[in-house]
């Protein structure tokens, strides 16, 4: 019986641990690296001079069961000459939770070129979103080892929250800041043991593309900083790519790393006490033929305490239509692409 409890709180305690890893509404990895900077910052819906459409699978760790997977559909457009309008759509799975929404986004750009050819423009976009978030604990063994914190059955609950940002994008260089979750949330069907009210999350976002002389290249390094404000969690991604121009578009590829700036202390002999700090490494490929993209990223976990080194897999399928608005004459993929 002891032994059985036992089982039961490891089981409560790694319940809680997804939900508090788990990111609320949608997660941040590594598609904006793949042309899909409005599924981070709200003011970029609209800022390119094509309508984008893109579709996002993502799934790790294809040995462990009810791994986490992440799909998103997304579409933002330009309507008339300074509004942005978007709509982004989710799932969320991470072992026994699990979170679907969406969210709709209104943009305003402020052009500050004469000329027209010159990108000089500042944006300001904001999202409203509804999450449905759930809890399975239906195959838990309630009745021979009951727990106060477990219910043994599938609880959900639905909230709004609300998301604002900033771009500037200026020729070559380019600054996003964004802060996610803006609304106090407490969810009943979490104890405020395990969970605070405040989920703000803190974004900013900056990169230059270098074009190379006389050649078809383009390179662009860019970091993104991300902070959860009770926590004070933070990491910092750190990222390189190249663009290469085609007859028939561009071929893009690069590597990310990101690393965490706070460690998780553990022991492996009871003991002693060690910290290790999140790694990851992700390389991405792409690539734009017309109208449509692809690109493919994979991330890896090179730490010494790791669930398994399978890592994660994301596939992105793009469409750009509705083009209104002429090229810059400037090195900036995310706006003339």
């Known amino acids: 019986m002891k032994i059985n409890k036992i089982i039961l709180v490891l089981l409560a305690i790694i319940s809680f641990s997804w939900i508090n890893a788990q990111e609320r509404g949608l997660p941040i990895y590594k598609d904006y690296l793949t042309d899909n900077w409005y599924l981070l910052h709200p003011s970029m819906a609209g800022a390119s001079n094509y309508d984008k459409l893109r579709i996002t699978g993502r799934q790790a760790w294809f040995d462990v069961d009810d791994a986490p997977n992440l799909q998103t559909a997304s579409v933002n457009v330009r309507a008339g000459d300074k509004v942005g309008l978007g709509a982004i759509f989710f799932n969320d799975e991470n072992g026994r939770f699990s979170q679907t929404g969406g969210y709709l986004t209104f943009a305003y750009h402020l052009s500050f070129s004469r000329s027209g050819k010159t990108l000089n423009q500042l944006s300001f976009g904001a999202s409203v979103g509804i999450i449905q978030e759930s809890l399975d604990e239906t195959d838990i063994d309630v009745i021979n080892n009951p727990d106060p914190i477990i219910s043994g059955t599938e609880q959900s609950e639905t909230f709004f929250n ?27 069907i ?10 703000r999350q803190y974004l900013l976002s900056t990169g230059y593309s270098f074009y190379i002389p006389n050649s078809k290249w383009t390179i662009q390094p860019s970091a993104m900083f991300q902070l959860k404000e009770f926590t004070e969690e933070s990491n910092v991604d750190i990222n390189g790519k190249a663009f290469y121009d085609t007859d028939f578009g561009q071929v893009w590829g690069g590597l990310s790393y990101r690393r965490s700036l706070d460690g998780a202390e553990f022991t492996s002999d009871g003991v002693s006490v060690d910290s290790q700090k999140l790694n990851t490494i992700s390389p991405f490929l792409g690539i734009t033929i017309n109208n449509f993209v692809f690109a493919y990223t994979y991330t890896y976990q090179p730490d010494d305490i790791v669930l398994t080194n399978s890592g994660f897999h994301q596939l992105t399928l793009g469409y750009n239509f509705g083009k209104r608005r002429s090229r810059y004459q400037c090195n900036c993929p995310a706006v003339n692409y």
Not at 190 to 199: A, H, I, L, R, Y
């Open 190 to 199: 979490f104890t405020e043991v395990f969970e605070t009210d405040n989920q």
């Open 162 to 188: 609300a998301d604002i940002g900033a771009s500037y994008n200026y020729q070559d260089f380019f600054i996003h800041g964004t802060v996610k979750n803006i609304i106090p949330q407490d969810r009943e």
